[in-house]
């Protein structure tokens, strides 16, 4: 929402989550009869790390599907002239070649701590491949690597490893506790992307004119033998250590405690880096650092507690 408002667009149509229940069919189809968007940003989804994944698998592919199901479908029978459905780098397998390129969907077994959402979203994938070649509609989908920022879900329990961390800290530092415990052996790797950075990507996609668009709608298989979804990885195109990053963010709070790791607990996949020369080659990247991004989603976490 900033960044198009920054760019000068005003008339967007949003609803909360307690106005629009996305995975009510009826609802949705209202939703859009009455507004006929023309452009849709899909970023809705029921998202957590690996506990809330362990402990709600029903919810995360059941919830998922209905999203997407319904949004994807209404934006065609109202006539939506773009879609961007918004995924994760979780879609390609455990052990996929590294970096991972958008045509290494579907190559490999997945990994097992988040099968369900990652499903939910390769058929969100589909969906999109599927009504691009049987309608002609223009829906891509972009693969965002881990996102963190300003309005994240700090949630103990049920957060991402970042937003989880900044809470896990900051506690240790109000409290003075000696140490701080992070799930995992702290070796698999990562790769962080800023959330305005991530926006910023989404809305240069979408508007890219058409004929560069429509180069990265997929390919029509069964004509051209070809397997190439309609899909844009976006990331930084480097990655870190889990270890490395509890260092980073310990630096950021300003706690001066141990950090120990927690080997009975899961590291999941050993490293996840995404290959970003497709949305590099039509000419965007990444431009916010880790510190820096750390620092903002710090002071947001800290305004949003009252406490620092």
Known sequence: MRNLRDK???????????????????AVEAFFAAEKPDYVFLAAAKVGGILANNSYP??????????????IHAAWKNNV????FLG???????LAPQPMKEEHLLTG????????????????????????????????????????GPGDNYHPQNSHVIPALIRKFHEAKVSNSPSVTVW?????????????????ACVYLMNLPDEQFKTLLGSDEAATGI?????????VGHDLTIRELADTVRDVVGYQGVIEFDTTKPDGTPRKL???????GIGWKAYTGLRAGLTAAYQDFAEKEGRL
């Not at 029903?58 to 209905?66: G, H, Q, V, Y």
Request: proline share 7%; hydrophobic share 35%; with cysteine.
């Open 8 to 26: 000068g667009y005003s008339n967007l149509i949003t609803r909360t989550h307690a106005e629009l229940d996305l995975t009510d069919q009826a």
């Open 58 to 71: 029903a919810e995360f592919i059941r919830d998922n599907l209905a999203i997407q199901t319904n949004v």
């Open 81 to 84: 002239k773009r879609l961007l």
């Open 88 to 94: 994760s780098s979780c879609i390609y397998p455990r």
């Open 109 to 148: 077994p997945l990994e097992p701590t988040n099968r369900p959402y990652a499903l939910a979203k390769i058929a969100g994938i589909e969906m999109c491949w599927s009504y691009n070649r049987q309608y002609g509609t223009q829906y891509l989908a972009v693969m965002p690597t881990n996102l963190y």
């Open 184 to 200: 995992g052996t702290g070796t698999p790797r990562r790769e962080f992307l800023y959330s305005d950075d991530m926006a910023d």
């Open 227 to 235: 397997f190439m979804p309609p899909l844009v990885n976006i990331g």
């Open 274 to 280: 995404m290959d970003v020369s497709r949305l590099s």
